[in-house]
């Protein structure tokens, strides 16, 4: 009896692993693509007192490309489950680190972007924050040598913030 038992509960416990095992996405997203399969992402005009008119183009297409890379969300222009829209609200220079003789031996580019996520399909999920990033540069180099660098550094880490906050729900 106890030997029919034992084989009962291994053949239980067999059954069962499978519905055990863990799911991992290595991505971040936590989309549930049953739900969601179209995305708009808008223009981000520049809204900032000091304007670098490259920074647009280069924001914006990083945005994008992480999210076809990261997701399986197509791209629409018109209605979608998700849309993403926003602005750059801020372009900075501002001195850092200032030396014994007065003068700023860093300077930090800042840039801000203000960004509103629509969920169509679930209101709770909608967003309207701001995102803010920043790089330090060496007083000693010019602005306009080290500006599409900066630029792109800075983009790719507000982009991994609004992902982080919008489709990767975190």
């Not at 060496?138 to 991994?160: F, G, P, W």
Request: net charge negative.
């Amino acid at each position: 009896m106890k030997q029919r038992i034992a084989i009962f509960i291994t053949i239980l416990l067999a059954c069962a692993m499978p519905a055990c095992i863990p799911s991992f996405k290595l991505n971040g997203s936590a989309l549930d693509y049953t739900v969601y399969k179209t995305i708009h992402v808008s223009e981000f005009p520049i809204r900032a007192a000091l304007v670098y008119a490259p920074l647009q183009q280069t924001f914006e297409n990083t945005l994008l490309d992480y999210i076809q890379r990261n997701t399986r969300l197509q791209t629409t222009d018109g209605a979608s489950d998700l849309e993403i829209e926003g602005e750059i609200t801020g372009y900075n220079l501002t001195p850092q680190a200032v030396t014994e003789d007065a003068y700023a031996s860093k300077t930090r580019l800042t840039i801000t972007v203000r960004v509103k996520y629509t969920d169509n399909k679930k209101d709770t999920n909608n967003i309207d924050q701001t995102f803010s990033a920043y790089r330090d540069f060496d007083a000693t180099e010019l602005l306009i040598d080290v500006q599409d660098q900066l630029c792109e550094e800075i983009s790719k880490e507000l982009v991994d913030l609004i992902f982080n906050a919008t489709l990767g729900n975190w």
